[in-house]
């Protein structure tokens, strides 16, 4: 019989499966209709049947499903029933490797190795993902293979560092709550800033809840940090990493005047903007936050996912906020019947300064403030060296 025709025969087979529910045979149909092997290629329908499978693995993967979680992750990368977004992809890719699924974990070592797809060179990364997908010992798993190739090309010292990682990992089940996308069950990106020489930096509570391991992208590279106290109530968190660092200096917020002109240098959303430092500038639009809350400023500095934790500077480069959330669109929504815009809140540093003063040893270090009159370029080049982005895995 020629190809063509079993093809054909391929094909109502697999449409009756998947007319079923059979989620190979619904990812067969939309490559077929999408190729055009063994029925007339139609985009529409490959789409069509694309999208019932998205939509299958997020229910599952919703419901903490790794396997499922990895499989939407491809669906997000190649664009297959949802549209293309690499952001989306890693960050369901991640959470199925922090599970301990193989697919998911190689898959993370590949992104690493490239330094491609929202995702840093990092070879120690690439090699403790690697190393924990080869140890599943599936036969054709590759894992094994890359990790020797990414080995040929890292120092003694990171090889041991790649090991010890691997080595202390656990995967860790999902915990389920209310809201299975919150932070408490995915594994965040944010922005952090240094308040000391020596390594002190603060970022948001909510950003290292629950983190396995935490990382800093600085301009010297990638290092490790370690979670040091956190005020979950102002969601606030004090991390350590080791080094010299370029440090901004913390002073109290009560000289801010409705209308003083307030900026940050963060992370926004690196799977789709990339890794460079982006500026935001605004100005303190009240002195209160939602329902009056005295802890918060509202702000108009545009805010996006990844730019929790960024400080926020005044004119003369000192921190005098944290910034922490946005109105929410869904509560606007019902409240009001409109969407909010551009209403964003940062944590006083006041606040900030009281978490710190129960820190002697970081609140002795703390900079002096800046007084002069400067530029706001020399403002925004010490906000950028003190930024950095806080990877959480």
Known sequence: MEASKWL????????????????????????????????????????????????????????GDAR????????????EGVLQNQF???????????????????????????????VPKDFVQAYMWFNLSAARGDSVNPS??????????????????????????????????????????????GTGFFITDDGYLITNEHVVKEAAQVRLVTSAGIIAARVVKVDAANDL????????????????????????????????????????????RGDIAALSGAQDDARHFQISVPVQPGNSGVALVDERGNVVGVVSAKLSARAALAASGALPENVN????????????????????????????????EDVVKDAEQAAVL????
Not at 356 to 373: C, D, G, M, N
Request: net charge positive.
């Open 8 to 63: 054909k025969l391929a094909a109502n087979s697999y449409r009756v499966a998947a007319e079923h529910g059979d989620l190979d045979a619904q990812r067969w149909l939309g490559l077929a209709y999408k190729t055009g092997d063994g029925v007339e290629r139609n985009l529409d329908e490959s789409a069509k049947w694309y999208r019932k499978v998205a939509d299958s693995y997020r229910k599952s993967a919703e419901q």
């Open 68 to 79: 499922a979680q990895a499989s939407l992750a491809s669906c997000y990368s190649l664009g």
């Open 88 to 118: 989306e992809a890693n960050n369901w890719d991640r959470r199925a490797a922090a599970q301990g699924d193989s697919i998911a974990q190689y898959g993370l070592g590949l992104k690493y190795y490239d330094g491609n797809k929202g």
């Open 144 to 189: 094994e293979y890359w990790r020797d190739k990414v080995a040929a090309e890292m120092s003694p010292a990171q090889i041991a560092e790649a090991q010890r990682l691997a080595h202390e990992f656990k995967p860790r089940k999902e915990i389920l709550s209310g809201n299975s996308s919150s932070p408490e069950n995915s594994v965040a990106s």
């Open 237 to 280: 968190a004090l991390l350590k990493a080791e080094g010299r660092f370029a440090a901004l200096p913390v002073v109290a917020s009560r000289a801010m005047r409705l209308g003083s002109t307030v900026a940050t240098v963060g992370f926004p959303n690196v799977g789709l903007q990339g890794f460079a430092p982006k500026l935001a």
């Open 345 to 376: 809140y940062a944590v006083k540093s006041s606040f900030l300064l009281s978490f710190l003063e129960s820190v002697p040893e970081v609140s002795a270090k703390l900079k002096e403030a800046r007084t002069a009159e400067r530029k706001f």
């Open 390 to 393: 806080v990877l959480v895995y």
